[in-house]
């Protein structure tokens, strides 16, 4: 086929790559070294580059052959980097353990750097070009957090907004809201943005001992929207699991009797809404998007009814008759809540204070506190992407990769959330990734441009390759063949030419 001219760029990608380490294994899918791997785009060429990320962990790894870095689902023992008795020491002094650099999740961009993340406090910064990898940041030398979402925002300006979990501050757990300033003052031109990161809010947890999990959260043109989950760590058992020889995944847990709380935080006050609106319990990993209109906040995530999904990865499952094994025992459903911001505070209990066009409710309770009840807008996407340009507003579409009871997606889906019309691009024995949308340089409407994916076929003789589709018809325009083997991957950006600095660094 053939590429649009103007497609000119990077597709930069991350995810688990190697799972073995000489004699030792990892459990966990979620833990192997981190591959980055990139599709370059030039004069309708496709230039094809992976490497894996040189960390720490995988520096020490290597040096040890074997796996001397903990994961999050699986537990190194003992360190021979460090000696046992100070190893034991050093985590009974530390309710926290040191983490891994594995960034593994997916590609933030601060400034006009690359950094490859995870959900640690580590990220690491990588060249974009040469995907070599280059300085270690640690967030908690600039803001009290442990754990850190690998699912920024980026506003307007071009400013980074993250969310971390401060475990243990002075006694109280809490979630930030954090800012990377996307430049920093002419005269502290040497001095990286991380220097001038700002603290915009923070939310207690509900639980001291048990902070929610969480791997994204929404924005809106006022508001921050952070989901409060019953799928939470346990901070004590995580405090001596490497005493105990199990994994930190082991020490998290679902509560299907809890509610899930819906915190919203203004933008400008950086205050948090005083009333309480809550929904049942769910396990979620991705926001799709949310928007404001009329008084409301409408967002839009993909939940499950249980956290069957992580379990799925354990490496003992994903063996040669996965398909047949394996079977999700909660299918993903993309969920639209409809939230009332400006209710009367008058309003009669047992009301529903929704008032735009939806099946979503908000009903008022005794307490004042708002039980909030979703509309389904579809089922069986995971993954989702959105025309960025479009964040944080209303909007119609989500390309995302279409699972049904089996975590690996067999197809991608364009959705249309207004009409609920589905589009799909699937063949035989094709596995594809997370779509990502790029807009085309004089786009009028929200999908004029492609849907970029790497696709891995299911027999390794075949090879796997990159797909373009036209993002409005979901008809192949081109696909790029890659003569090496390729790892199904998590999370990526395109990184449009302008983006991508030249020369030497």
Known sequence: ????????????????????????????????????????????????????????????????????????????????????????????????????????????????????????NFIRKINAQTLETLKKVDYNKYVAVNLATSHPHYDSAGNVLNMGTSIVDKGKTKYLLFKIPSSVPEQ???????????????????????????????????????????????????????IRGVSWASCLAYNKDDKTWFHFIDRKTKKEVSTKFYTDAMVFFHHINAYEEDGHIVFDIIAY???????????????????????????????????????????????????????????????????????????????PRINYGYNGKKYKYVFATEVQWSPVPTKIAKFNTQTKEMLHWGQDDCWPSEPVFVPSPDAKEEDDGVVLTCVVKTDPKDPPFLLVLDAKTFTELGRATVNVEMHMDLHGIFIPQQDVKTGTE
């Not at 353990?97 to 961009?109: A, G, H, Q, V």
């Open 305 to 383: 009814t249980d956290n069957s999904l992580y379990d799925m990865f354990y490496l003992k499952n994903l063996g040669k008759d996965f398909e047949e094994n394996v079977k999700l025992t909660s299918i993903p459903t993309c969920k639209r809540f409809v939230v009332p911001l400006q209710h009367g505070k008058d309003a009669v209990v047992d009301s529903n204070l929704v008032t735009l066009p939806s099946s979503a409710t908000a009903v008022k309770e005794k307490d004042g506190s708002i039980y909030c009840q979703p509309e389904i807008l579809c089922e069986g996407i995971e993954l």
């Open 1 to 120: 086929g053939q590429l649009p001219t103007w497609l000119q760029g990077i597709l930069l990608r991350n995810g688990p790559g190697m799972h073995t380490i000489g004699d030792s294994k990892y459990n966990h899918w979620f833990d192997g070294m981190a591959l980055l791997h990139s599709f370059t785009f030039k004069n309708g060429e496709v230039y094809y580059r992976s490497k894996y990320l040189r960390s720490d962990t995988y520096n020490c790894n290597i040096e040890a052959n074997r796996i001397v870095v903990s994961e999050f689902g699986t537990m190194a023992y003992p360190d021979p980097c460090k000696n046992i008795f100070a190893k034991a020491f050093s985590y009974l002094s530390h309710t926290i353990p040191e983490f891994t650099d594995n960034c593994l999740i997916n590609i933030m961009k601060a400034g006009d750097e690359f950094y490859a993340t995870g959900e640690t």
């Open 188 to 242: 502290e031109k040497k001095k990286s943005c991380f220097k001038h990161l700002e603290v915009v809010c923070s939310i207690p947890s509900r639980s001291l001992l048990h902070p929610s999990y969480y791997h994204s959260f929404g924005i809106t043109e006022n508001y921050i929207i952070f989901i409060e989950q019953p799928f939470r760590l346990d901070i004590v058992k995580m405090a001596t699991a490497y």
